[in-house]
């Protein structure tokens, strides 16, 4: 009977020693990151047949669990890729935000100097300082785009240099999380038990994983995962792992995209296909925020710098010579896609930049037709062309040679205008601030008529005045004459041509030459007015003034914004990006701290529960041990009175 006491007092010590190791584990782990809490499993031992019935044998420990729930382990796995996509974004977004808004940074200051310049300008045209502060504005403006766009050029890159950072990650990762598959099945296949540590590390690299890119996992039934990245791509099945690759975007070789390195070659993994991490967060940002202030900062850098030039080249310098353009931008960026197989070759012209959208075009040719939508796909028709060359919102395309199906181009009209633009114009006698033409009433002149406007449009430097028009009025028929050819006179809104005399309106415009007159008041017979080729040196400041005009000017976005409008729109955007990804970060902190929480609360490490665990374990050894000795007793009692 001692002999059986002692068995099983010393199966309680056993059992009650194994508790405390595993408490004291726990304890000694409770800060461990992902570290799951572990749990002695004890079971009865087989009771022993006997004359008075089954007599119990003591306790034994089965196994070391730890306590695990794979649901809310996954919860806290989605939830850090996705919490990982918002920081990243939050980052670059806000970092875009503050450059644009900052008063020292923004576009704004340069274009209000520009238009001070322009109205200083206009109140004293010939004046030589004046014209040099001009230029110098002019240059400030053309250095604050530059400036700008070199800014998000170096997003782009850092955008860059983290995808082949994060990629190099992910491999290295997949790495381990192949080898711990292999350790795991290795160790419980011998030891038919389960390697607690191991799993916990293996989950812990699976999250540090989705700090990178979101990933699934699917369990085996030996207890390995496969891991799964972007459309289902196998990142390690088993103990194999298997690579991503930071590849060059399809038209772009200066853009990097994230590709996976399959059996057959690199396959691109669509951005949207990435669903969050770290890379998740950088292609979010490239492609919605990115991208798009790009294009609209070059938009707006490819009408500022045609509205100017077109009203420059409407004026005369001070040498008596037509304006010419102040600023250039580089032409679109048209770039092939890397697996086309024809021999097409796709040119893009802007040829009206007020319109434009500040998008990029994708033209394909397949199933026999060719079509332009936006790029990347915004859910809008994509439109079908049926003659080359073709014109969309402003950008004129054309195509020569062959598309074999499946080809397909990239068009970026206003990519890298704002990072190209030049000022043209450095010595201050080319600005120009008069208009090339000059009125003058006749001397003898008695009545009330005037000149209230004389413009020029895009088409009188190519014929200018040669020699003065006198345009007489006459009294009994109420025309005016002189007029070199046809006339077109626009009163009230109405516009008609005509040939020879015209009848006189009050207030109406005149257009003759590429010239535009508009007459006011009433004349008397015979009054005559004079326009004749304005000169060198000129005190006139009509073309200053209308350069000074385009600050309110409605010519953009169809001839429904303004030059200030448009830019502060960008901004506006961008902010709008900025504080949407700063509301989605707080939110996705949240959801993965909560997240956490619920899987702690299952998995996690209670010490205070743990310190009433070693207690009663240790209560539980000191009992055990009084067993074991009361039965020493005993057992020396049976062989006291044996020895009598």
């Known amino acids: 009977m001692s002999s059986s006491l002692l068995n099983i007092g010393a199966t309680g010590l056993r059992v009650a020693d194994i508790n405390l190791q595993v408490t004291g584990n726990n304890i000694s782990n409770a800060s461990t990151p992902g570290y799951s809490r572990q749990q002695a499993v004890q079971t009865e031992n087989i009771p022993m047949a006997s004359g008075a019935g089954f007599l119990g044998q003591g306790v034994n420990i089965t196994t070391v669990k730890r306590i695990y729930d794979q649901y809310l382990t996954a919860q806290v796995q989605s939830g850090q890729a996705s919490a990982s996509a918002a920081n990243q974004l939050n980052t670059l977004a806000s970092s875009l935000d503050k450059f644009l808004s900052d008063s020292n940074s923004s576009l704004g200051p340069a274009l209000t100097n520009f238009f001070n310049a322009a109205d200083g300008l206009a109140s004293n045209p010939s004046d030589t300082s004046t014209r040099q502060v001009f230029l110098s504005a002019a240059s400030a403006l053309q250095s604050r785009f530059n400036a700008i766009a070199n800014q998000m050029n170096g997003l782009a890159s850092q955008v860059n240099q983290q995808v082949q950072s994060q990629v190099s990650t992910v491999n290295g990762i997949s790495q381990q999380i192949a080898a711990l598959n292999k350790q795991i099945a290795e160790a419980e296949a011998q030891s038919n038990q389960p390697a607690n540590d191991l799993r916990d590390q293996r989950d812990q690299l699976v999250q540090t994983l989705n700090q990178s890119v979101k990933a699934s996992v699917v369990q085996t039934s030996d207890g390995q995962y496969n891991v799964y990245v972007g459309n289902g791509q196998a990142l390690v099945q088993g103990n194999q792992s298997y690579q991503l690759a930071a590849v060059s975007s399809p038209y772009d070789p200066n853009q990097l995209s994230v590709g996976y390195k399959g059996p057959a070659g690199i396959v691109m993994i669509a951005d949207s296909q990435l669903g969050g991490g770290a890379l998740g967060g950088l292609m979010d940002f490239r492609q919605n925020t990115l991208v798009p202030a790009q294009n609209s900062l070059g938009q707006l850098a490819v009408a500022v710098s045609a509205d100017i030039n077109a009203q420059n080249q409407l004026g005369m310098d001070a040498n008596g010579n037509m304006g010419t353009a102040m600023f250039s931008t580089a032409s679109p960026s048209v770039a092939a896609s890397n697996a086309n197989t024809g021999t097409g070759t796709l040119t893009a012209t802007i040829t009206n930049a007020n319109v434009g959208k500040g998008l990029d075009y994708q033209v394909q040719y397949a199933g026999g037709n060719y079509t332009v939508s936006h790029y990347p796909p915004d859910g809008s028709a994509a439109v079908t062309v049926t003659s080359w060359p073709t014109t969309i919102d402003g950008v004129t395309l054309n195509l020569a040679g062959t598309m074999n199906n499946g080809d397909s181009f990239l068009v970026r009209p206003t990519a890298n205008a704002a990072s190209t633009m030049q000022t043209l114009i450095t010595d201050y006698h080319n600005v120009a601030a008069a208009t090339p033409v000059v009125a003058n009433l006749g001397s003898n002149n008695t009545g009330g008529a005037?000149?209230?406007?004389?413009?020029?449009?895009?088409?009188?430097?190519?014929?200018?005045?040669?020699?003065?028009?006198?345009?007489?009025?006459?009294?009994?028929?109420?025309?005016?004459?002189?007029?070199?050819?046809?006339?077109?006179?626009?009163?009230?809104?109405?516009?008609?041509?005509?040939?020879?005399?015209?009848?006189?309106?009050?207030?109406?415009?005149?257009?003759?030459?590429?010239?535009?007159?508009?007459?006011?008041?009433?004349?008397?017979?015979?009054?005559?007015?004079?326009?004749?080729?304005?000169?060198?040196?000129?005190?006139?400041?009509?073309?200053?003034?209308?350069?000074?005009?385009?600050r309110n000017a409605t010519l953009l976005n169809g001839g429904t914004a303004t030059i200030g409008s448009v830019w502060s729109g960008v901004v506006t955007q961008v902010g709008l990006k900025a504080n949407q990804a700063s509301s989605n970060l707080t939110s996705q902190q949240a959801l993965l701290a909560s997240a956490t929480a619920q899987q702690q609360s299952v998995s996690g490490v209670n010490l205070d529960e743990e310190a009433m665990n070693l207690m009663k374990y240790q209560q539980a050894y000191q009992a055990s041990a009084k067993v074991m000795q009361t039965a020493n007793s005993l057992f020396d009692s049976l062989l006291s009175i044996a020895g009598r």
């Open 450 to 550: 005037s000149v209230s406007s004389l413009t020029v449009n895009s088409t009188y430097p190519g014929a200018p005045l040669t020699s003065p028009v006198t345009l007489t009025y006459s009294s009994a028929s109420g025309t005016l004459s002189g007029f070199p050819g046809s006339v077109t006179v626009t009163a009230n809104g109405v516009s008609t041509t005509y040939s020879g005399s015209v009848p006189y309106t009050q207030g109406a415009t005149y257009a003759f030459n590429g010239v535009q007159l508009t007459l006011t008041g009433s004349p008397a017979n015979n009054d005559t007015f004079t326009v004749s080729a304005n000169k060198a040196n000129s005190t006139d400041n009509g073309n200053a003034s209308a350069l000074a005009g385009l």
